[in-house]
């Protein structure tokens, strides 16, 4: 059973920082990507930011410059960390990890249960 586990949302004013991480955990044999995924009331789900496990990443036009995603491969962790933060930042922020299980070769995607980041003075 796979397992992912988000912290570091919380209150922070505009022009502020914040580190969001998630780590999975069970019995996983591959993860190829790792990522952020958020949700702003009554609006759609939006992807943020794509780390990959060869070191590429992938991010929304509205975060570039200003949020950074990394991993820690052997930690099975990814970090974003949220810097300039604007009040349109604000969302429940959903993790998202395409892994492959000991089970099975096939990779499917795992959700974490979301933090809110609210950005407001």
């Known amino acids: 059973q796979v397992q992912l586990v988000e912290s570091g949302g919380g209150l922070v004013q505009p022009g502020g920082s914040l580190r969001l991480s998630c780590t999975a955990s069970?019995?996983?044999?591959?993860?190829?990507?790792m990522g952020w995924y958020r949700q702003a009331p009554g609006k759609e789900r939006e992807l943020v930011a794509t780390?990959?496990?060869?070191?590429?990443?992938n991010y929304a036009g509205s975060v570039k410059g200003r949020f950074t995603i990394s991993r820690d491969n052997a930690k099975r962790t990814v970090y974003l960390q949220m810097n300039s933060l604007k009040p349109e930042d604000t969302a429940v922020y959903y993790c998202?990890?395409?892994?492959?299980?000991?089970?099975?070769?096939?990779?499917?995607?795992?959700w974490g249960q979301g933090t809110q980041v609210t950005v407001s003075s």
């Open positions: 780390g990959f496990s060869g070191g590429s990443t």
């Open positions: 069970g019995s996983i044999s591959g993860i190829p990507s």
């Open positions: 998202n990890a395409r892994i492959v299980v000991v089970t099975t070769p096939f990779p499917r995607d795992y």
